[in-house]
C-alpha cells in the first residue's frame, strides 16, 4: 500500500522554523542533515514526517506552486516508475547516499511528488 512518507517546507530559517514546531506543536527531530547546500530537518508529525528545507537564495518558498513536494513511500517502486512512464509524465529519477531510489514527477498543477523506494519512516 503506498503511503503518505513526508511533506516538504521550504523555510526562510531552519533554526527558527525548529524552535516553531517543535514548540507549537511538541514535534521532536527525527533527523538532521545536508543536501548540497541545503540544511534540512525532519520531524515526526505522527505517522509521517515534516521536512524543513533552508536552501542559500531561497526566500522561504518553492520555486513553483505552494508547497516544495510531496513524498510517498512506495513499496511497489519498480511497477509505479513504470506506470509514470507509460503516462509520458517528465522523470527525474535519481538515489540518495544509502541506495534508496528516488523518483520526482509533477502533478497536473505543476507541484512537485516524489516517489521513494524505502523512504525515510
Known amino acids: 500500500m503506498t503511503k503518505l512518507d513526508h511533506v516538504g517546507v521550504y523555510v526562510k530559517d531552519l533554526e527558527r522554523s525548529l524552535k516553531f514546531y517543535e514548540s507549537l506543536f511538541g514535534f521532536e527531530t527525527v533527523s538532521r542533515f545536508t543536501s548540497g547546500e541545503a540544511k534540512i530537518a525532519t520531524l515526526n508529525i505522527g505517522g509521517a514526517l515534516l521536512e524543513l528545507i533552508q536552501r542559500p537564495g531561497s526566500p522561504g518558498r518553492p520555486p513553483e506552486g505552494n508547497w ?6 512506495e513499496p511497489e517502486f519498480d511497477e509505479r516508475v513504470a506506470k509514470l512512464e507509460k503516462m509520458g509524465l517528465e522523470l527525474r529519477k535519481t538515489a540518495m547516499a544509502n541506495g534508496n531510489r528516488l523518483c520526482f514527477f509533477k502533478d497536473p498543477d505543476g507541484h512537485m511528488v516524489e516517489l521513494m523506494e524505502k523512504g525515510f519512516a
Open 68 to 73: 516544495s513536494h510531496l513524498a510517498l513511500h
